[in-house]
């Protein structure tokens, strides 16, 4: 099983009441217990549930006097899977964050918890610090993705193949969605379709708000779930 990378201060520590209270949903007890005490090293965090599969967290929910407003999640458990998981904490509890914390990566399975609604996916192998940036970019800003996970988005991005959801965007936005899909920057997407810095921001803010996402992630997750660009 992989581990982190950085030994865990186990000093018992005075929990503040503005403290986010995080949970961990994972089969495989060490490791969480580890993960536990590397949260609660955290300043301004507290690992207050733990649940060893998605079924377990319902039960324990029912329980808490606070419910956590992060949840780290595994994908592959027994008896109720990440998958499944999120699926009920989007039903039930829509106010609680997720952040998938997995040792997949395939491009796939980032994809489809992201389309699922996770705020971040994190591998268990990642450096402790870039847990806490997580944990602390997900609680202020709402998501935080890592460059595995924006490569897997993006990677083999091909031409679209579907005309239905076309008549709905001019020829110049879908060919600015288009490059969105890839790694250019904004920048190089300008140079590339011979306008200003201006304009392009002009056309992400147009469809950002025709499309109500947030951000350059849910732009590219639209594109896909569309078929406007294929995976």
Same mark, same amino acid.
């Given at each position: 099983?992989?581990?982190?990378?950085?030994?865990?201060?186990?000093?018992?520590?005075?929990?503040?009441?503005?403290?986010?209270?995080? *949970?961990?949903?994972?089969?495989?007890?060490?490791?969480?217990?580890?993960?536990? !005490?590397?949260?609660?090293?955290?300043? !301004?965090?507290?690992?207050?549930?733990?649940? $060893?599969?998605?079924?377990?967290?319902?039960?324990?929910?029912?329980?808490?006097?606070?419910?956590?407003?992060?949840?780290?999640?595994? #994908?592959?458990?027994? #008896?109720?899977? !990440?998958? @499944?998981? #999120?699926?009920?904490?989007?039903?039930?509890? +829509?106010?609680?964050?997720? #952040?998938?914390?997995?040792?997949?990566?395939?491009?796939?399975?980032?994809?489809?918890?992201?389309?699922? *609604?996770?705020?971040?996916?994190?591998?268990?192998?990642?450096?402790?610090?870039?847990?806490?940036?997580?944990?602390?970019?997900?609680?202020?800003? *709402?998501?935080?993705?890592?460059?595995?996970?924006?490569?897997?988005?993006? $990677?083999?991005?091909?031409?679209?193949?579907?005309?239905?959801?076309?008549?709905?965007?001019?020829? $110049?936005?879908?060919?600015?969605?288009?490059?969105?899909?890839?790694?250019?920057?904004?920048?190089?997407?300008?140079? @590339?379709?011979?306008?200003? +810095?201006?304009?392009?921001?002009?056309? $992400?803010?147009?469809?950002?708000?025709?499309?109500?996402?947030?951000?350059?992630?849910?732009?590219?997750?639209?594109?896909?779930?569309?078929?406007?660009?294929?995976?």
């Amino acid at each position: 099983m992989t581990t982190f990378s950085k030994e865990v201060n186990q000093t018992n520590k005075t929990i503040s009441m503005e403290n986010c209270i995080v *949970g961990v949903v994972d089969d495989h007890v060490l490791f969480a217990q580890s993960l536990q !005490g590397l949260i609660n090293s955290f300043d !301004g965090f507290e690992v207050a549930l733990m649940a $060893r599969n998605g079924n377990d967290l319902i039960n324990k929910l029912s329980t808490v006097n606070k419910e956590p407003s992060i949840i780290l999640l595994d #994908i592959n458990m027994p #008896i109720m899977n !990440g998958f @499944e998981t #999120i699926a009920w904490l989007n039903e039930n509890k +829509p106010n609680i964050k997720v #952040i998938t914390l997995s040792m997949d990566d395939d491009e796939e399975t980032i994809i489809k918890m992201l389309k699922a *609604g996770s705020k971040g996916y994190l591998l268990k192998d990642i450096h402790p610090d870039t847990l806490h940036l997580a944990l602390t970019e997900v609680l202020t800003k *709402g998501h935080f993705y890592t460059d595995n996970v924006t490569t897997a988005l993006l $990677r083999g991005v091909s031409k679209k193949d579907e005309e239905s959801l076309l008549e709905n965007f001019s020829s $110049r936005e879908l060919e600015f969605m288009e490059l969105a899909c890839s790694d250019k920057t904004y920048k190089e997407i300008a140079n @590339e379709m011979c306008l200003s +810095p201006k304009t392009i921001d002009n056309y $992400r803010d147009t469809l950002f708000k025709k499309l109500e996402v947030k951000s350059r992630i849910g732009l590219v997750l639209y594109a896909l779930k569309n078929k406007i660009v294929n995976n």
